[in-house]
Antibody, heavy 118, light 109 residues
Framework: QVQLVESGGGVVQPERSLRLSCAAS????????MNWVRQAPGKGLEWVAG????????IYADSVKGRFTISRDDSKSTVYLQMNSLRGEDTAVYYC???????????WGQGTVVTVSS | QSALTQPPSASGSPGQSVTISCTGT?????????VSWYQQHPGKAPKLIIY???ERPSGVPDRFSGSKSGNTASLTVSGLQAEDEADYYC?????????FGGGTKVTVL
C-alpha cells in the first residue's frame, strides 16, 4: 500500500536551516509529482511547494520562495524540503503529498512538526 | 496567491444536508477542473473526498458530492452523520501554484 513517511522536523532557531524528508513506498515514485503542504497550529492548510514527476519543474508558494527548495531522489524514493532562513511563521506541521493530477493529493504522510523559536 | 474563500462554519442535524462554498477567481477555481475537497479530523492528516470538481475516490461514500459554477465550487454532504463532523478544505490548481481555502468546520448538531 502507498505509504509516505516524513522526518526531519524539530525545534530550530530563527534564521537557521532544516531539511525535511519524505520517504515513499508502495508505488512507482518516479511516476508522480510530490508536494509539501503545511498547517500552522490551529490554522488551515497552506500549500508550500511542488515538484514534477521528472523533476523538470518546481513551484513554490510566495511565502517561501527564495528560502525553501524542493528536490527529489528517485533512487531513494524520497522528496526533500530544504528550509533556510526560517521564521516564526514557518512553525507548522509539514505534510508531504502525492500529486495525482495538478494539485490533487490523495495520499498524505502523517506529518512532521517544525517549531521555529529562539 | 490568495487563499480561496470558505465560510468558517456550517452545521446540520443528523440526516440533513450541508453545503460548503469555495470561492476563487478565473485564475484558479474558475479556470481549471482541478478542484478538490479534503476532510480533516483533529490530529489527523487530510483525506481526499472529492477531486476534479465532482469525482469521488474509491471508498468515499456517495453522500459527498461536488459541483462548480463559475468561480465558486461547492461540497454537499447529504444524510449527515456524526462522523462527518470535521474540518473541510477546498483546493484548486492555479497554474503555478496550488491554493487552499481557509477551511470550514462542520458541526453535526
Amino acid at each position: 500500500q502507498v505509504q509516505l513517511v516524513e522526518s526531519g522536523g524539530g525545534v530550530v532557531q530563527p534564521e537557521r536551516s532544516l531539511r525535511l524528508s519524505c520517504a515513499a513506498s508502495g508505488f512507482i515514485f518516479s511516476r508522480y509529482g510530490m508536494n509539501w503542504v503545511r498547517q500552522a497550529p490551529g490554522k488551515g492548510l497552506e500549500w508550500v511547494a511542488g515538484i514534477w514527476f521528472d523533476g523538470s519543474r518546481k513551484i513554490y508558494a510566495d511565502s517561501v520562495k527564495g528560502r525553501f527548495t524542493i528536490s527529489r531522489d528517485d533512487s531513494k524514493s524520497t522528496v526533500y524540503l530544504q528550509m533556510n532562513s526560517l521564521r516564526g511563521e514557518d512553525t507548522a506541521v509539514y505534510y508531504c503529498g502525492r500529486d495525482e493530477s495538478y494539485g490533487t493529493f490523495e495520499y498524505w504522510g502523517q506529518g512532521t512538526v517544525v517549531t521555529v523559536s529562539s | 496567491q490568495s487563499a480561496l474563500t470558505q465560510p468558517p462554519s456550517a452545521s446540520g442535524s443528523p440526516g440533513q444536508s450541508v453545503t460548503i462554498s469555495c470561492t476563487g477567481t478565473s485564475s484558479d477555481v474558475g479556470g481549471y477542473k482541478y478542484v478538490s475537497w479534503y476532510q480533516q479530523h483533529p490530529g489527523k492528516a487530510p483525506k481526499l473526498i472529492i477531486y476534479e470538481v465532482t469525482e469521488r475516490p474509491s471508498g468515499v461514500p456517495d453522500r459527498f458530492s461536488g459541483s462548480k459554477s463559475g468561480n465558486t465550487a461547492s461540497l454537499t454532504v447529504s444524510g449527515l452523520q456524526a462522523e462527518d463532523e470535521a474540518d473541510y478544505y477546498c483546493g484548486s490548481f492555479a497554474g503555478s501554484s496550488v491554493l487552499f481555502g481557509g477551511g470550514t468546520k462542520v458541526t453535526v448538531l
